[in-house]
């Protein structure tokens, strides 16, 4: 079985979207934490406002177009490794991230339970099924994630226009 360690440093890495200079510069912070805690690991940032001292980033890419509010998440597949990591902006990583990418080899995706309430209803959805953290996702990347992907922004897009979320 192949182990985190195994796969070349260009078959994983993290990425960071963040739209408006408030979570660029958040997200910085976070990526600092990250370099310190696992040297080597690949990070990119997807963004519609170039950073200043991009020294903290592999790579930066601009969004021409980002979508709003919450969908500014949903560039996240946009990461080019076949293991992926999403960390949001105001995540601090503390630690080695191998045991995240471990989950990869058994499952498409992970992503932490939501420890706190429910931000809005899903139709049909019990409430003792409560909402994945979207802050810290992993994926595997295969045609189930790239399904995955595009049937959350279309859910999302359903799901925003009644609601009137972003």
């Known amino acids: 079985m192949t182990t985190p360690h195994d796969l070349p440093p260009s078959a994983r890495g993290v990425i960071y979207v963040a739209v408006g200079r ?17 040297p080597g690991l690949p990070i990119h ?14 790579k930066v890419v601009c969004i021409e177009t980002p979508m709003p509010g919450g969908e500014t998440k949903l560039h996240m597949d946009r990461a080019p490794w076949s293991r992926c990591l999403f960390i949001d902006s105001d ?30 209803t899903i139709p049909g959805l019990p409430a003792s099924f409560p909402e994945f953290n979207s802050g810290v996702i992993a994926w595997r990347r295969n045609g189930r994630t790239e399904a995955f992907f595009a049937r959350w922004r279309d859910l999302y897009a359903r799901m925003k226009e009644p609601s009137g979320r972003n």
């Open 22 to 38: 408030r979570y660029l510069e958040e997200s910085a912070f976070s990526a600092a934490s990250l370099r310190k805690t696992n």
């Open 91 to 120: 995540t601090m990583v503390v630690g080695p991230l191998d045991p995240v990418f471990a989950l990869l080899h058994r499952f498409d995706l992970a992503a932490m339970q939501h420890g706190g309430g429910h931000h809005y």
């Open 45 to 58: 940032l997807l963004t519609d406002t170039p950073p200043e001292n991009p020294g903290v980033w592999d």
